[in-house]
């Protein structure tokens, strides 16, 4: 038979068969450290490959040895992952943060240039401003809106293109929707890299995928993802994920042997329960995000409405999105009248939809970025990205947009 084109009609099958555990439709969580081998002959093989020692025959898959290392739940997840970005290849991590840290720890060394994109998520900002440059790592960052040509001249200003090793995107920024251009990157990695040594470009792709956007076919060489948020999609577990070509998810996986930052059996288990809803809930959560601002866009309390459904034809940002996304996507901010006290006041009538961080879920939540996520950011870059006292994100879940939109105009109304 052939392969079912969607990725959503693979969710529920793609690299199980029942009949590998007693007929169970779903497969079974394999809580297990290690795996017999039938041989030594068997065992000695297996390390080869998992080693580097030789290379892995045509027809032969790394068999299974120890947890660290693979496990069925770790495996059909990683090849279920891989479908939407049509990747090669997916590691999962047992946080976003530590997809985040591995991939830096594995392509940055001390002396190189990182690049990244502003704001980014507070973790991989956290890491960045006192880990990375702790070891030697220079670290430059640079705006949405800003040019190819400023950037580049920065970084020659800079002396440091010539160690340039990674580039790092986060887009759309958070909170505030701003769009980060993924082809001029690549132009800037390529513009970077010699015979000898390539810029590689990753992007953090956590608010648009993985169902509209896909990074690896606009030029990036690794994307990455809070799993915590759309794929696991229902607040109830924490992980990551890199996707990209063979030879980087080699290095990827690696060094993820060695740390041993892989998740659980279980967290995997969740994770491919949850790819089976992915398209439903984040079409809903989209669908419902459209109406949510439409009713925000109309209210005399609320100014600057931070949606890509909205987007002007004449925005610079316009261009961006049409190349870059094929939906608006479920994530919103804006700026309430009155600054921070009117702000507290409309988070604490709420009531429906849940105050707190993370988002993607299938709960609507809200939170205050200049007081919660973004709260240790310099005011200075707060101004210039927009993080102002009045701004609120919203998250849209899968409730009825009615009620969502009754709960907001109550909490509006307060005031
Ligand atoms: C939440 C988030 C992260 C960090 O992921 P964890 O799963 O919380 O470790 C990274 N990037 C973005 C954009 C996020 O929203």
Redesign the pocket.
Known sequence: MARPKHPESQMMSFGYRPEWSEGSVKPPVFMTSTFAFKTAEEGKAFFEVAYGLREQGEDEKLGLIYSRINNPNLEILEDRLCLWDEAEDCAVFE??????STLFLEFLKPGDTLLYSLP??G??EHFINHFLTEIGVRCIGFYPGETKEEVMARLDAQKAGDKLALIYV?TPA?PTNDLIDIAMCKEIAEAYSTSERKVYLAA?N??MGPLWSHPLQLGADLV??????YIGGHSDL???AILGGCEVMQRIKVLRTFLGNMPSPHTCWLLMRSLETLKVRMEQQARSARKVAEFLSEREEVEHLHYLGFLEETSPDYAIYRRQYSSGGAMLSFEIKGGEPAAFRFLNHLKLIKLAV???STESLVQHPATMTHVGLPNEMKQRIGITPGLIRLSIGVEHHEDLIADLKRALEAG
């Open positions: 946080s976003g943060m530590s997809a985040i980014l998520y973790g991989t986060e958070n953090d956590t608010y990455l993802y809070s799993a915590t948020k924490i992980a990551g993370s988002l993607g």
